[in-house]
């Protein structure tokens, strides 16, 4: 099996079997818990994070890729005229859907490596979700993500800066220029997982260079969110 592919499964067995635990990070809980002050910039910065993505205006039919247990499709529901969110993890979306008010979320469990949509969407968001694409399925991916959009279309991510601080103190981050890297689950199993670290400037010019044009923000230590649509159709 090439050895992405043998990544990709490994990272869905990794974030079904943590999806319980999942929110632990989020929260800066057990292992993930950085001390007052680090906690504190995390929450200020996940505070920017929610702004930004207000000040995007998601709206219409939204569509969010790898929802996860639904950090981020709670800040999209109040916004959607109608909101589908896409996992490969069936424990992730049950833990999703159990939250208050998202009952009117249409939640499918899908592989997004392999998943095309059946209609085009307003609002693309993914949260956390490219750094886990390898780097030979990332152009793949934003003609997935292409696929997505109605015209006019818009696209909000967001995901981590490179900071030992934002994962578990046991954890430790691959050298750079490595695409995967090891995580563990609270009772110490290991999964070697996909992990890419984008730097702002770079990936505005690879997805430039892609047809998209994106403007994308770092805040101080944790996080790159950016927001873009489609300047060309994709010459394939
Ligand atoms: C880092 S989490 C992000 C979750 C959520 N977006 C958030 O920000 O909290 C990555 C998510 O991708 C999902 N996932 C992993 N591999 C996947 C795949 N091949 N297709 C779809 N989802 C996948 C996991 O189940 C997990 O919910």
Redesign the pocket.
């Known amino acids: 099996m090439p050895v992405d592919d043998l990544a ?1 499964e490994a ?2 067995r990794y ?2 079997e943590r999806a319980p635990e ?1 929110d632990q990070w ?1 929260l800066r809980q057990g292992r993930y818990d950085r001390g007052s002050e680090e906690n504190r910039l995390w929450f200020e910065e996940v505070e920017e994070l929610r702004a930004a993505l207000r000040d995007a205006a998601p709206g219409g039919d939204v569509l969010e890729l ?4 639904g ?2 499709t709670a800040e999209l529901l109040p916004f959607a005229r109608r909101l589908t969110a ?4 069936p424990e ?1 979306i049950e833990l999703n859907r159990g939250r208050p008010g998202h009952d009117a979320v249409r939640f499918l469990a ?4 392999t998943w095309r949509p059946e209609r085009t969407h307003d609002f693309l968001f ?4 490219l750094s ?1 694409v390898p780097p030979d399925r990332f152009e793949a991916f934003w003609e997935l993500a292409e696929s997505c959009l109605a015209p006019g279309g818009r696209v909000f991510w ?1 995901d981590s800066r490179r900071n030992p601080a934002s994962t578990a103190r046991d954890h430790e981050l691959s050298p750079p220029g490595a695409w995967t890297l090891t995580r563990k689950l609270n009772d110490g199993r290991e999964f070697e997982i996909v992990k890419v670290f984008h730097e702002p400037e770079s990936l505005e010019e690879r997805l430039g260079a892609l047809g998209w044009s994106f403007e994308i923000r770092a805040t101080e230590h944790f996080f790159l969110h950016g927001l873009g649509s489609r300047t060309s159709e994709h010459a394939s």
Request: glycine letters at 8%; one cysteine or more.
């Open positions: 990709l990272q869905l974030y079904r999942y989020f790898a929802c996860g247990t950090i981020w896409v996992d490969a993890s992730m899908a592989d997004l490596f993914f949260g956390f979700w886990h967001i």
